[in-house]
């Protein structure tokens, strides 16, 4: 299938949103996505994410992302529109102007980030999320004990990288709420702290960082401790199944420095 046909595919479903449209360019966002574009259009513009319609983790990813939404509006692109038909299923945003953020050492960025870091922490957990628990670092920690660290009644983001944080004009907007869940509050800030550390940070840096989050500095250490360990493991894992790909690589690299500095003893 050609690219202009599946364009063309989607655009016959988001119609009755757009209006005529007069330019429809793909972006880099959204790996998780079929396609993902921004629509100049009559009613427009928007960001649009589109998977085709199959039942399964992307079909359901999409749908609580539709959910979600109101609940981390305005950090997040207000969701204006969802259709769908036998084929495909497709969410219109907002069209914000943002750049990917920079989790180097010497960014600019980084404050602003802890600050919304900290701002989704805050956030009331919405009746749609209380049956999200969060349970995929389970099968990566060594005990029942270690999971119920993990527990909590925080919304979470759970995919905190710099393509996710979007730096614009005069604020920042935290987009892909592919997968929230409900659980332990530190969950995101240690996300960011891994992140930070692939990114270059020392580990002592990372968690200096990710200290200025309400959530990290109310957390039990142990927990942090097993965090660490099981996103280790996970890397590990991932990196397994796909040892061509430079970025896992990276992540157990990360990741094995982070545990080795809060010292945490590997099975």
Known sequence: M????????VQAVIRTHTGPVADFQRTARGFSS????????????F????????PGGRRDSLTR?????????????????????ESWIVLGFEAVEGRSSDFGPDSA????????????????????????PETRWDPFVRDDSEAELLRGDAL???????????????GMWAVDWAWPTRGAA???PAILALQLVSAGHSPES???????????????????????????RLYRVALGRKPDQPWLHDMVSAARSWVDHRGVAMD
């Open 156 to 170: 979470l983001h759970t995919d905190i990288n710099p393509s996710n944080l979007l730096v614009g004009p005069v």
């Open 47 to 54: 960001f649009i994410k589109a998977i085709r319609n199959r």
């Open 206 to 232: 990372a968690e200096s960082w990710a200290s200025r989050c309400t959530a990290w500095r109310d957390a039990e250490p142990q927990a942090i401790d097993a965090f660490a360990a099981a996103q280790l």
């Open 109 to 132: 960025d980084l404050s602003s980030v802890v600050e919304l870091i900290d701002c989704i922490g805050k956030l009331q957990l919405p009746p749609v999320a209380e049956d999200w």
């Open 34 to 45: 079929d396609v993902t574009a921004i629509v100049e259009c009559e009613k427009g513009p």
């Open 65 to 85: 992302e539709r959910q979600i939404n109101p609940f981390v509006w305005p950090i997040s692109p207000a969701l204006r529109w969802h259709a769908e038909d």
């Open 2 to 9: 050609s690219t202009d046909f599946t364009a063309s595919e």
């Open 186 to 188: 530190f969950i995101d």
